[in-house]
């Protein structure tokens, strides 16, 4: 049933709002694709012609594939230390109960609060102190904890929908609490798993400050981004921007979807049960 008062002109407001928005957002990475296309080194209007010249500078450049490999090698690593460190956090948030709770999920959400340039001095005096900096895994751990609050967030926003006596239920019928995790725990938070997984890999793609504090020679496909910039301004920064964000975009796109699906299933069958 519409309802009689609604305005049609706050109607057209809140869709207008919307497109500019999103327009404001993503202008400047749809400007980054198309010079990426354009012919001339500098962007300028009009474009001086289409040509795919920069892209195969940067598939010929061997500092563009050392970056990349370093940031699938971050990305993939920090994906499943900090999901499974985010993970572990939500389910002990959700199943016990001691003193200083409240303080626990506070500290553990707390590092993406943090100002990142803040977040890199700390990560480069502290992995200095204990001989870690300016190597691959230097990023891997800074970027595990800045990723892990996040995998936290998902998972405990799964398991906050389960009824904690299905857990409970399994222990009465003979399992042990390691087979009530793998045979209940876990398939129940699998959408959340996998989203956290598509999730955290897409922020350590994407950050920068952090892993150029820490990384040393074992730089990510964003630090050397700067590197570019250093130097002679080149087009191939925004090949290797549009490439980031399609990543980045698809592994956000993949992480909702799975979101997305688990809920619509979970409200289906509300409503069996709601009709039988």
Sequence with gaps: ?????????????????????????????????????????????????????????????????????????????????????????????????????????????????????????????????????GEIHSVIIAHVVMCAPFAMAICRLRLSQMDPSLEAAAWNLGASEWMAMRHVIVPFCRPAIFAALFITMAVSFDEFAVAWFVSGLHETLPVKVLGFLQGQVSPRINVIGTFVFLASMTLVVLAQLLLMKRNVAQISGDKAETQT
């Design 1 to 133: 049933m519409n309802d009689l008062n609604r305005s049609r002109l706050v109607d057209w407001a809140l869709k207008l709002y919307v497109v500019l928005s999103f327009a404001f957002i993503f202008a400047p990475i749809a400007a980054s694709f198309v010079f990426s296309l354009n012919v001339d080194r500098f962007p300028s209007l009009p474009l001086g012609g289409f040509s795919t010249i920069w892209y195969e500078a940067a598939y010929a450049d061997p500092l563009v594939w050392e970056g990349l490999r370093n940031t699938l090698i971050v990305g993939t690593a920090v994906s499943v230390l900090a999901t499974a460190i985010g993970f572990g956090a939500a389910y002990t948030d959700f199943r016990y109960k001691f003193f200083g709770k409240p303080l626990y999920v506070a500290l553990a959400l707390l590092p993406p609060t943090i100002p990142v340039v803040i977040l890199g001095l700390a990560m480069l005096a502290f992995l200095s102190n204990v001989s870690l900096s």
